[in-house]
């Protein structure tokens, strides 16, 4: 044992050691303190004007580091000309680190400010291998909001990379993004695909897109193909944590259709309308579609001396009577569905022209009803919608306002879905530049801004329009010689863009402040399709007026809506025609020549009531599959008034046939 003398003597020379330790432990922890205070590869959550503050108050070695981050908050604070101004100031010379995080702050610029090829300039030049977790998050976030929701190999590549980053909430928008972005892919954007043999997770994602497809029509099939997909790709996140909408299909049950409440107008200015829709409701219910057509045909009123003229109204694609050519059909390459359902279910019909709404709807719950087909009328569907009720509701027209209840679906023929579907027919055939050619009333606004707010959604840029004023009008300008002109003023809806992106914690606001559109006269010269809204009279003088001040050589496309097809057409009419594509229902477009014809003696050939026939059909087979529509994703009908399915809120869209005039035959456009 050393004497304590000894001892004492050790442990006085280890005292200035231990002191000199602390002090260096002291200076190096100062060190990464202040390095983590100024980290640019790290989360951001401080307002502009304290990492601006930090820049005044910061030496030259610290204060571009700042700068970076008080461009960082004045992007996400949407303040646009401050971020520009700050990016302007900053030092020439940056280092790796700070070059990487400028990249990305000038993708995020651009992207707000619209250019998204420039944006994803930007990103092209960011090098994946330096950037933080926290930088690759924003980095996969702003490839995906450069992508614009257009599916595509590479937005699915920057979901699947990004998500294993994410917790939570965001891991699961991530999942179910991922999912959306699927489903939209057509099938030759599934087949052009290209991925590499390390893709797994992208195999599965596909495989899990194949089961859906082949096995959405039968809820309890695509459950087990669901369970069988997830022990096969048990590493997929969509097996650990299925998509919303495929998990709403475990919890899947049949809606009950023991009693119907039909509700129509049964009196009144409708009532033609209703009586057409209650005749292809009650047929398709009693299986009686393809029976042989009745000798004689019952008297039919003529839609064209009763069409409604308010908001409120039985809307169909072609008003005033309005019927397609009656010419040789070629057969279609697919049936529609047949209507099914159940044939012994109880259907009440209800009149709601002799009483409120409200009291309708109280009577069929109280005759216990199970489910509603109906109401018809706008303002019937309004109330019906702000009622809260608790049956299950097949609305036979659209509210100005949809509310998603999930109880309620909207199902109608109105001239906006036409609209709707001819910008998704346009863009589909690689056109960009349309031209409207619509009638100069509040008819013409509604399919105006219609189209032009689906043409957007697609990524279409400024749709023009042009006004006319009717027969009397265009003769006049046919016999001036005037003509129409490829030209128009820009039509402004509420743009999409205008709303701020969020994706995984990365906000991306809208500009302050956007440059007006412009008003004046747009020349001719760019315009490569023509969408027109007219009758048949009317659009027998457009066409030619068209001629008349374009070049034979010019190749612009016309396309028309239903309102142009009427019944009589004859040879001349189709030749006059050539070229020019038109939309109809699939049963006016030769799916079912059986009950085409059928229908059209029925109605006296007033093609009108056909369609509302049909939809009466249609009405009867969605009732029998509202659960499907309301809880499956992607599950669809090839129904008589279009192939049918149902968006997030329920509402059915439409998917028209499309035809073409050629050499005095109307043939399908391929």
Request: aromatic residues 6%; proline residues 6%.
């Amino acid at each position: 044992m050393l004497p304590s003398k000894v001892v004492r003597h050790k442990a006085g020379r280890l005292v200035p050691v231990l002191l000199a330790g602390l002090i260096l432990a002291a200076c190096s922890g100062q060190g990464p303190q202040q390095t983590s205070n100024v980290n640019i590869q790290g989360p951001a959550t401080g307002r502009s004007d304290y990492y601006l503050q930090q820049v005044q108050q910061s030496s030259d070695d610290s204060k571009t580091d700042w700068q970076l981050l008080a461009i960082r908050a004045l992007l996400k604070e949407g303040k646009y000309p401050q971020a520009a101004n700050q990016l302007n100031q900053l030092p020439q010379q940056l280092s790796d680190v700070q070059q990487q995080e400028l990249l990305l702050l000038r993708a995020q610029m651009l992207i707000g400010q619209q250019n998204y090829n420039g944006a994803q300039q930007q990103l092209g030049q960011v090098k994946t291998d330096g950037l933080s977790q926290d930088q690759q998050v924003r980095y996969y976030a702003l490839q995906i909001a450069a992508a614009q929701n257009r599916p595509s190999l590479s937005l699915l590549r920057a979901y699947i990379a990004q998500e294993p980053l994410l917790k939570g909430a965001d891991r699961l928008n991530n999942i179910d993004a991922t999912w959306q972005a699927l489903t939209q892919m057509t099938q030759d954007q599934i087949n052009s695909l290209v991925i590499n043999a390390a893709e797994n997770t992208l195999q599965g994602w596909l495989d899990l897109l194949n089961t859906w497809r082949t096995n959405s029509q039968d809820p309890q099939m695509l459950k087990a193909a669901i369970k069988d997909w997830q022990t096969r790709y048990p590493q997929n996140p969509g097996a650990k944590t299925l998509p919303t909408q495929l998990s709403q299909v475990q919890n899947f049950t049949k809606a009950s259709t023991n009693t119907i409440a039909l509700l129509l107008p049964l009196n009144g200015q409708a009532q033609v309308f209703a009586n057409a829709i209650q005749k292809g409701f009650n047929d398709a219910r009693n299986g009686v579609l393809n029976a042989p057509a009745p000798q004689a045909a019952p008297a039919a009123a003529d839609a064209s001396a009763q069409q409604p003229t308010d908001a409120n109204s039985v809307v169909s694609p072609a008003v005033a009577g309005n019927t397609p050519p009656q010419t040789e059909q070629p057969q279609p390459a697919a049936q529609p569905v047949a209507a099914q359902g159940d044939s012994n279910a109880q259907v009440k019909v209800y009149d709601t022209s002799s009483q409120p709404i409200t009291q309708v709807m109280q009577q069929a719950q109280q005759d216990g009803a199970t489910l509603v087909v109906g109401p018809l009328l706008k303002n019937d569907v309004e109330q019906v919608v702000n009622s809260q009720t608790a049956l299950n509701v097949l609305a036979l027209n659209e509210p100005e306002q949809i509310q998603n209840h999930p109880n309620i679906c909207y199902f109608a023929l109105s001239p906006e879905d036409e609209a709707r579907d001819a910008a998704h027919h346009i863009y589909e055939q690689g056109k960009r530049q349309p031209l409207l050619l619509v009638p100069r009333s509040s008819y013409g606004d509604r399919i105006s801004k219609a189209f032009a707010q689906e043409w957007q959604t697609l990524g279409g840029s400024t749709v023009l329009q042009q006004r006319f004023g009717g027969v009397g009008e265009l003769k006049q300008g046919i016999n001036s010689g005037a003509g129409i002109a490829l030209s128009g003023t820009p039509l402004n809806v509420e743009p999409a863009q205008s709303q701020s992106v969020a994706i995984a914690g990365l906000t991306i606001p809208a500009p302050q402040t956007s440059a007006p559109a412009p008003t004046a006269d747009v020349s001719s010269g760019s315009v490569d399709a023509v969408y027109i809204v007219a009758s048949q009279d009317e659009l027998q003088l457009i066409k030619p007026m068209i001629a008349m001040r374009t070049s034979s050589r010019n190749n612009t496309a016309l396309y028309a809506s239903s309102r142009s097809a009427q019944a009589g057409a004859g040879p001349d009419f189709r030749l006059e025609m050539d070229g020019l594509q038109f939309s109809d229902i699939p049963l006016l477009s030769g799916s079912n020549p059986g009950l085409m014809q059928q229908a059209a003696k029925s109605f006296n050939n007033d093609y009108s009531l056909v369609r509302l026939y049909a939809m009466g059909i249609d009405a009867w087979t969605l009732a029998n599959h509202f659960n499907q529509m309301r809880q499956v994703p992607g599950f669809a009908i090839d129904g008589n008034t279009g192939k049918l399915n149902a968006d997030t809120d329920c509402v059915i869209n439409r998917k028209l046939a499309w035809n073409q005039y050629r050499q005095g035959q109307i043939v399908p456009v391929q």
